[in-house]
């Protein structure tokens, strides 16, 4: 007998966050001893638009056994290789941040420290010459890694592009076939037990009342749940990352859609590009202190690459995070925990790491602040983390064209990116914290792509001979244009395993 | 040039030869001058055994020592554990390997709690079972708890390994004096004879707050008797040469890049000294990081990892069982596995485990 035990689980919102959260707990709560339940309503509008992800989705959906390519076929997801940024740390320029890696490290010293010896000494190549990701995708190719590729291939780090719309009905019918249950409409009232303040039941617009062990707030930007009734606080990050809104649109896609995202900075902001099988996804995410929302809108529409297919829609925000992310009997997961632009394509992990912790943190009834405050703990380290390495990108401008780019290269930054960049700025010296998301190809390749480039390379590094050093990273290039120009292109590796069905007569109603 | 040719290791055994050969095997021969005094003063060396932890195969791989040159030169054997013996007359067997097999993302300690088995979850530990019946192979059968293994050395036998690793000059100190100034260390008096270099390495056990100022490193403080016993002895010299390879200074010493392997050792500290604590079944006056562990494990045999962790969960696990902290509960997600499917698993798990110490032990006795 366990009557501590959660059995009844209350998700509220559906849309990515939820029915990712529905998804994953339907699956690994033991079967035929607790419900999962999502509470969604047609009326309310999800985020969702194109998303872009990062690899770390794999590891989701391999855990949660969905295959690859079905998941790629019902979501018209197509391959992301890395994100291309356009006109950040000046206009006319550009780089690229890929999956994967920058060449090999060599002797046991990372890779950067050898490509910047041989700049020092006048070699003009980009770092991004050796990343197969960046190769393979400015050709438009792609291959699904596999053991016998070898170790080049092997390099190749990839995600996902994909409708996120179309993503939350994939995982619906995943959740309902694990016995999740939908209930659709809107909550009207959150009720709260008097002794604890634990939400107690949720009672709909319709007069039903759901109560559960634990709620789960999937309610995006508004909280219902973690703010609304449980007064969690919030903690505003926008001195830091001031853009606040942003519109969205899908276009016809032209031509075939390519491996990656690509991140255009704009006057007050930047814009997205999201190529799917079906369409591309585009977005401006600006500040409204900078550029109003009509021109906003006029910027985003007069830089599609095809016809816009919906009407523009516009989203506000506060970036930040909740003070807590789980408090008494709640957890807020997705939007209503904390907000991050899409700049890295975090949003989604952000939620999968949300439910990968609360299920290795699952609690009982009593919901024991011990793990709680952990999980609570963890949250906030990871969101950090992200936070900085967004904030890199805006720091490191060297635009001068917009009062808003004034304002984000000479803005004030935590403590912790400045530590970081200074030690990347000496060097390009790069400890990576074990809770920490991005790794030192990530680091790089952005402080390196906006002229940040380490002013010294490890004195180790003069172990080898330029000689040999210069063979070697020769020898790389030479490796990663072969392995590429043996690659297919994306849209015949689709083709050939994971095609969509026809937009128009499959999935007309989500244009 | 401002690159740092000299380097002055000073210290004893290990301590200082270990530096020495590491260096010598990332640094090319011709450019860098490595001159080890050795001095027994502030000496941490016991002349007996060393446990040298399975982290320490990649530092063997860096300095070109294989297993059977261990063996042949240091009468390696293997070790699956860290076995410690508290004041108390304790034994705590620090396990290289994990409790039992984790099942559909859930570890084993609370598949283990969950099914009920009288058995203790020690016996669910391969490595600490064979530790225990004096039994070794280098591999965990399939499907059995895997682990790994280190090994204990005769230091003797193992610091003239390094010796003839490092190929430095050796000058041993009858008479030492360390000069100090405004940049760290001016120069050496070692037998009435100035030495000067670039950086000094101090493998002296003398206590300290900061360990890198300047052109001084110092790699060993606050020596803890448990530091022999669970392998940190050697373990922290070899995470001491890691940083500082990756944070190779030159003669200006970067602030930024000497206060960094500051912080970063400072991190390891802590987790050091909060095992130490926990051997010692005391755990007064612990870090925060200790009292979260703490806290998670008694409430739901969970342990929680921090950035720079040295000691694995497994490990932890044995500690704090061995402190008496009893996990009042387990993961819930255990309820995933059918309770009467999962004792029976449970107890085919145990069976395998037994059966492999039987077959171990029946050929070592047809050997004799």
């Not at chain 2, 067997?93 to 203790?120: A, C, I, M």
């Not at chain 2, 342990?303 to 993961?331: C, P």
């Amino acid at each position: 007998m366990d009557n501590g035990r959660v059995k009844n689980i209350v998700i509220v919102g559906g849309g990515t966050a939820g029915w990712m959260s529905a998804a994953a707990l339907s699956k690994l709560m033991p079967k035929g001893q607790g419900n999962v339940t999502l509470v969604e309503s047609e009326e309310i509008g999800t985020v969702g638009v194109g998303e872009a992800t990062i690899p770390q989705i794999a590891t989701f959906n391999e855990r949660l056994g969905i295959n690859e390519d079905d998941f790629i076929r019902e979501t018209q997801a197509t391959f992301k290789l890395g994100i291309e940024f356009v006109d950040w740390a000046k206009k006319g320029d550009r780089y690229f941040h890929p999956f994967g890696t920058h060449g090999f490290d060599l002797e046991g010293i990372e890779f950067h420290h050898y490509w910047n010896k041989l700049r020092e000494q006048g070699d003009n190549r980009n770092i991004e010459d050796y990343s197969i990701n960046a190769a393979a995708a400015y050709n438009d190719k792609f291959i699904r890694p596999q053991s016998e590729h070898g170790p080049i291939i092997n390099k190749l780090g990839y995600a996902f592009h994909f409708d996120a719309i179309l993503y939350a009905k994939f995982l619906r019918k995943f959740s309902e076939g694990n016995g999740a249950r939908r209930i659709e409409g809107k909550v009207e009232k959150v009720n709260l037990r008097n002794d604890n303040g634990f939400i107690e039941s949720i009672t709909l617009a319709d007069g039903q009342v759901l109560e559960a062990d634990l709620f789960i707030d999937c309610t995006g930007f508004r909280g219902l749940l973690i703010e609304e009734a449980l007064q969690t606080g919030y903690i505003d990050w926008s001195e830091y990352l001031p853009v606040d809104s942003a519109v969205a649109i899908p276009c016809e896609k032209i031509g075939e859609p390519i491996p990656y995202t690509r991140s255009t900075a704009r006057e007050a902001g930047w814009q997205w590009r999201i190529p799917l099988q079906h369409r591309t996804g585009n977005g401006y995410v600006y500040c409204s202190q900078y550029q109003s929302k009509e021109e906003a809108e006029k910027t985003l529409l007069s830089n599609l690459d095809g016809k816009p297919l919906a009407s523009p829609k516009h989203l506000r925000f506060k970036t930040g995070r909740r003070k807590k992310f789980w408090s008494k009997n709640c957890v807020a997961i997705g939007l209503s925990a904390g907000f991050m632009e899409p700049l890295e394509s975090t949003s989604i992990h952000l939620i999968q790491s949300g439910i990968s912790k609360l299920i290795a943190l699952f609690p009982d009834k009593s919901m024991n602040p011990v793990e709680r405050d952990e999980y609570n703990r963890l949250l906030e380290v990871g969101y950090a983390h992200i936070r900085d390495f967004l904030i890199l990108h805006y720091t490191l401008t060297e635009r001068d064209d917009s009062a808003f780019w004034n304002y984000v290269r000479t803005m004030s930054i935590p403590d912790s990116l400045k530590r970081k960049m200074a030690l990347i700025e000496s060097r390009g010296r790069f400890f990576k914290y074990d809770d920490e998301l991005f790794n030192v190809t990530s680091w790089m390749a952005v402080a390196i792509g906006q002229g940040y480039t380490p002013k010294g390379y490890n004195p180790m590094v003069d172990s080898l001979s330029e000689e040999n050093i210069t063979q070697s990273l020769r020898n790389i290039r030479a490796a990663i244009d072969k392995a590429v120009e043996a690659m297919p292109t994306q849209q015949a590796f689709i083709d050939r395993f994971c095609k969509a069905q026809d937009v128009y007569t499959a999935a007309g109603e989500n244009i | 040039m401002n690159q740092l040719r000299r380097i002055i290791i000073i210290g004893d055994s290990i301590e200082a030869w270990l530096p020495a050969a590491y260096l010598r095997a990332r640094l090319p021969s011709d450019d860098y001058q490595i001159t080890l005094i050795e001095t027994a003063e502030n000496s941490i060396a016991n002349n007996g055994d060393i446990l040298a932890r399975p982290t320490s195969k990649n530092l063997h791989h860096t300095i070109e020592t294989a297993e059977h040159e261990l063996g042949s030169k240091a009468k390696a054997r293997p070790a699956l554990c860290a076995a410690i013996t508290n004041d108390k007359g304790a034994t705590i067997n620090l396990p290289f390997g994990n409790y039992g097999v984790d099942r559909e993302g859930t570890e084993f300690q609370h598949l283990w709690k969950f099914s009920g088995s009288e058995k203790p979850l020690s016996e669910f530990n391969l490595a600490l079972v064979m530790h225990k019946a004096s039994l070794f192979i280098p591999e965990a059968p399939k499907g059995a708890p895997a682990y790994d293994y280190g090994y204990i050395l005769d230091e003797q036998g193992y610091k003239n390994i390094l010796k003839s690793k490092a190929n430095a000059k050796h000058i041993m100190a009858d008479t030492l004096s360390v000069k100090h100034g405004v940049h760290g260390i001016d120069e050496i008096i070692c037998n009435d004879i100035s030495h000067c270099a670039d950086l000094y390495i101090d493998a002296r056990n003398i206590d300290y707050e900061t360990a890198w100022q300047n052109n001084h490193l110092k790699i060993i403080g606050g020596f803890d008797a448990f530091d022999h016993q669970s392998g940190m002895r050697l373990h922290r010299i070899q995470m001491a040469m890691e940083r500082l390879f990756k944070l190779w200074p030159d003669r200006e010493f970067a602030a930024i890049e000497i206060a960094e392997y500051n912080r970063l050792e400072a991190a390891q500290s802590v987790h050091m000294k909060d095992m130490n604590l926990l051997l010692q079944q005391n755990v007064q006056g612990c870090s925060d990081a200790l009292t979260r562990k703490i806290k998670l494990f008694e409430s739901r045999g969970r342990i929680a990892i921090e950035d720079f962790e040295i000691y694995s969960k497994a490990e932890w696990i044995a500690a704090l069982s061995a402190m008496g902290i009893v996990a009042q509960n387990y993961d819930r997600l255990a309820h995933r596995i059918d309770a009467i499917a999962l004792a029976q698993w449970v107890e085919q798990l145990h069976a395998a485990i037994a059966n492999v110490v039987k077959q171990l032990s029946d050929r070592k006795t047809r050997k004799h």
